[in-house]
């Protein structure tokens, strides 16, 4: 039996499509599982009866749960970098595929995706405008170039440039432009590595801009 909705329910329905209409930019993967969420939330609630439903008191709970998950500006996280190659572990809560970021550099941004937060013998090293900004490979255990595909200028150290990474249970890694499915790099490692963390560093007298997740 369908149940009633209350004005509570259309309150909240209302305020939800508003944050949505004003989220600030974001990848598309990014917002589309942030939008999946937020309408499952709001199908929850038109879905209680109408004396909880109008209940202006859940109403606020539940809509403060979706800006903490979805509208709480920490979840950005944007670091530099010098020169050095030397990998940075210190992002938070980044540990899910596919990772989302821009990057602002010349040349050499590199991806490091590890079992721990620091480098290892055994990891993946995702390699993006290498080579003077005219390549871009992928490296298991910092050794030899597995996969390498030609991308001049495919880094601009003027403006930012966004990128995903994936990898997958079967060992596949994928690397694909900001608002592209179709991966430009992608290997198949035929003994997958676990992957809990994510270090990020530029090289080769390149410094960067990152934004993590934004």
């Not at 992002?91 to 937060?117: C, H, K, M, W, Y």
């Not at 990898?167 to 198949?188: A, H, I, L, N, Y």
Request: charged fraction near 20%.
């Amino acid at each position: 039996m369908r149940t009633r909705q209350g004005p509570g329910d259309t309150l909240l329905q209302t305020e939800a499509l508003q944050k949505i209409t004003i989220l600030p930019k974001r990848n598309i993967m990014s917002f589309g599982f942030s939008l999946m969420i937020t309408l499952s939330l709001v199908s929850m609630v038109a879905s209680l009866p109408a004396s909880t439903s109008k209940d202006r008191v859940n109403n606020e709970k539940i809509t403060h749960l979706m800006e903490d998950i979805f509208f709480n500006p920490d979840t950005c996280q944007e670091r530099s970098t010098d020169t050095t190659y030397r990998y940075r572990w210190d992002l938070q809560g980044i540990a899910a595929s596919p990772l989302t970021f821009e990057a602002r550099a010349s040349n050499d941004v590199r991806i490091g995706l590890s079992a721990e937060d620091r480098d290892l013998d055994y990891m993946y090293e995702i390699v993006i405008g290498g080579d003077g900004n005219t390549r871009s490979f992928i490296r298991r255990d910092v050794g030899a170039r597995l996969v390498e595909v030609p991308t001049p200028g495919i880094l601009s150290g003027t403006e930012f440039r966004g990128f995903w990474i994936a990898w997958s249970g079967d060992g596949t890694v994928s690397v694909g432009k900001e608002g592209g499915r179709t991966p430009f790099m992608q290997w198949t490692d035929p003994h997958p590595l676990p992957v809990n963390y994510v270090g990020y560093t530029t090289a080769y007298g390149s410094t960067g801009d990152f934004k993590f997740s934004c």
